[in-house]
């Protein structure tokens, strides 16, 4: 049976990884090639599982074939892959695992890049927490959500490092108080059980709830 995959509004690149009962397909589609954004795939099934992970473009050599004619140019390009080289150790890449079902030739499944930000304050507003984003796509068929059954981090450890880093430029004797509560946060919401029941209860979110939620994403990144 043939599907088509559709992709859209997502940085990272996407490795989608299809598993029915004629084994595993393994498939990377560079979002950055316009004419990529559609993938035809051939299941056995109506039914089987399809796992979406982020992956970073090669922004390395995007800028190395930038063409660098003056000082200008050069500042550009050093200034771009720093950037990006410290978005990907500072946003969490999120690879999950969909459930899909019930599919009829030609069907098209929709897939979306999302992402699932927690708030920069402690419930008691004391202190400013460090910012933590989960970055993942998700998947819909014929207008509804699929089912996500997994979720799990693909560059926990560098998130990690990133954000001692970043809470130790905050540099006082507060340190001694928020340093331990801030790298213990950022550990918890990094662990692949924590990321699995956040991502899997906003799945299975009705729409007014969702929106709540996507709107205090909308109001954190406008900010």
């Given amino acids: 049976m043939k599907l088509s995959l559709f992709f859209s509004n997502s940085l990272y690149n996407c490795e989608a990884i299809i598993k029915d009962t004629s084994g595993i397909q393994n498939y990377v589609v560079n979002l950055e090639d316009k004419q990529s954004d559609f993938l035809e795939i051939d299941v056995e099934s109506s039914n089987f599982e399809l796992t979406l992970i982020p992956k970073m473009p090669d922004y390395k050599s995007a800028f190395l074939d930038m063409e660098v004619q003056n000082w200008k140019d050069r500042l550009a390009q050093k200034v771009g ?71 799990f981090a693909l560059n926990r450890k560098e998130v990690i490092s990133s954000a001692k880093k970043l809470i130790l430029i905050d540099f006082g004797l507060h340190l001694l108080f928020t340093y331990p509560i801030q790298i213990g946060r950022i550990k918890k919401l990094t662990s692949d059980k924590k990321i699995k029941r956040t991502l899997i209860k906003f799945n299975t979110l009705d729409k007014k709830e969702r929106e709540k939620i996507l709107n205090k994403k909308e109001e954190f990144m406008s900010r």
Avoid: H
Wanted: charged letters at 25%; aromatic letters at 12%; glycine letters at 6%.
């Fill in 81 to 151: 892959n720093a950037l990006c080289s410290t978005l990907d150790k500072m946003l969490l890449r999120v690879g999950c695992t969909y459930m899909i079902s019930d599919t009829k030739e030609n069907d098209i499944i929709c897939i979306c890049g999302q992402e699932y930000i927690f708030g920069t304050f402690d419930k008691f507003d004391l202190f400013e927490l460090v910012p933590m984003a989960y970055m993942f796509f998700e998947a819909s068929c014929n207008g509804d959500l699929c089912k996500c059954s997994d979720a």
